[in-house]
């Protein structure tokens, strides 16, 4: 079982572009999250979906946009990179009962140069 | 707003000794806390989970406290050990929040032999 895959596993990107992170589950959990870790801060919720075909904004929506077309995939795109938006980012899926149990992926480091 | 607070302040103790991490949260009630540990470039992995209808947890070394009237939680690992060495990082939830699970920002925890 691979649980949460998220690609790439870093990257150097320039100002201005666009930018894609891959998240995909194989563990057919419903709910999936989008965080952003900044040192000192902590884990910060960006954008989230309860289910295929929903999505809603979490703390730090800004400059971030996120699309469910299924229940695996969960892709965050920044549409125009600045570089505030360094970071690490982890994705995440939720078991559902249980007391909601997250599953998180190992990360995307993010550097915007 | 909802606040959760770790100690930022790294926790240094002696192999064998008990580690004692701390949560509080305000404008919170929640139903259950869970607490996770993240390794230095991983991402956060699922320890403990405790309802608020009770008052301790313990899996192995570990043990969880909850106290619903103080609005704490208190994480011991008990004859800790070098390889406890982490971040570990509370997240109190509501019953039907699912949308928004919330992260403290963690206490890094260094365990010396």
């Known amino acids: 079982i691979a649980g949460i895959t998220q690609a790439p596993t870093s990257q150097i990107l320039a100002a201005g572009r666009r930018m894609t992170l891959r998240c995909t589950q194989d563990?057919?959990?419903?709910?999936m999250y989008w965080y952003r870790q900044d040192l000192g801060l902590g884990l910060r919720l960006i954008h989230y979906?309860?289910?295929?075909?929903?999505?809603g904004k979490g703390e730090v929506p800004d400059g971030y946009s996120v699309s469910r077309a299924n229940t695996d995939d969960f892709p965050l795109t920044l549409a125009s990179a600045v570089p505030s938006q360094t970071s690490v980012y982890f994705c995440?899926?939720?078991?559902?009962?249980?007391?909601?149990?997250?599953?998180f992926g190992e990360g995307s480091w993010l550097t915007v140069v | 707003s909802q606040k959760i607070e770790q100690n930022s302040e790294a926790l240094n103790i002696q192999e064998g000794k008990t580690a004692t991490l701390t949560c509080n949260y305000t404008n919170y009630s929640p139903a259950y806390l869970q607490w996770y540990r993240q390794d230095p470039g991983r991402g956060p992995v699922f320890l403990l989970l405790?309802?608020?209808?009770?008052k301790e947890k313990r899996k192995e070394r570990l043990k969880v406290t909850f106290d619903t009237t103080l609005k704490q939680s208190l994480f011991h690992i008990t004859a800790s050990q070098p390889a406890d060495s982490a971040t570990y990082l509370c997240?109190?939830?509501?019953?039907?929040?699912?949308?928004?699970?919330?992260f403290g920002t963690g206490t890094r925890l260094q365990v010396f032999p």
């Open positions: 563990m057919r959990h419903n709910a």
């Open positions: 997240a109190p939830a509501a019953r039907y929040n699912t949308d928004k699970l919330i």
């Open positions: 995440a899926s939720m078991r559902p009962l249980s007391g909601n149990t997250i599953y």
């Open positions: 405790i309802r608020e209808n009770e």
């Open positions: 979906s309860n289910t295929a075909g929903t999505t």
